[in-house]
């Protein structure tokens, strides 16, 4: 997760410095004194980027234009590798709208490799349409769509600006939380080779067996995913 304040100072946070309790890690950098953490829900203004739960669905859907959208689940409640959980109803991503764009590992220094069209909320979570650039104006655009349609590329992230956290209690946390966004402004979504969350993978590819065949072993061991 990289937080980065109204400022532009950037906080770059590690896998083991999130633990169940140690939100107040966040909260000093962002201003506010540990005193005042009796109010569990704390209103900021950051920028953040983070891998959330989400998983890409088999089906594909022609919009009117004859262009091909990927549907995906952007984002859902589920706990990530962070202690951290996104409040499905808490996204607004009205101003998203007017600029949808799909990054390439949140490399907004280069152009949007497609747009997310059909943006809806429901309790599972965030969904949307990938549709990635032709190849004819973008061939770099083109072929991370191809490779999203070969499974070679599976993940993705969502990027998006913090506007109220919470700190779960105690007997909340005994799950592992220590953080949840519960309102926060969607800037873009990213397609991304490895994401932070267990969860982010092709859904048809979660729990299909496949067999591994090393050549000392012959055979013998089977794994599932």
């Not at 594909?60 to 706990?79: C, H, I, P, R, Y």
């Not at 607004?92 to 949808?100: E, G, H, I, K, M």
């Not at 220094?109 to 997310?116: E, L, M, Q, T």
């Amino acid at each position: 997760m990289i937080v980065r304040n109204m400022g532009g100072e950037f906080l770059p946070i590690k896998n083991e410095e999130l633990t169940m309790n140690n939100g107040y890690m966040l909260l000093e950098f962002l201003g506010i004194k540990k005193d005042a953490i009796g109010v569990q829900k704390v209103s900021v203004d950051v920028e953040l980027i983070a891998s959330v739960p989400f998983q890409m669905k088999s089906e594909e859907l022609t919009m009117k234009n004859g262009q091909e959208g990927v549907a995906w689940v952007l984002s859902t409640f589920d706990l990530d590798r962070f202690g951290e959980r996104v409040d499905p109803f808490g996204w607004d991503f009205s101003r998203f709208l007017c600029n949808p764009v799909v990054e390439w590992a949140h490399r907004g220094d280069i152009p949007a490799i497609g747009k997310i069209e059909g943006l809806a909320v429901d309790e599972t979570g965030l969904h949307g349409f990938v549709v990635f650039n032709d190849k004819a104006f973008d061939p770099f655009g083109w072929s991370i769509g191809e490779r999203v349609r070969a499974g070679v590329i599976r993940a993705g992230s969502v990027g998006f600006r913090v506007l109220e956290i919470e700190i779960p209690s105690k007997e909340d946390s005994r799950d592992g939380t220590s953080l949840i966004f519960r309102k926060q402004e969607l800037l873009e979504f990213s397609i991304c080779n490895v994401p932070a969350n267990p969860f982010a993978l092709v859904k048809q590819m979660k729990n299909e067996e496949r067999t591994i065949v090393p050549s000392f072993w012959g055979g013998v061991i089977r794994i599932k995913n």
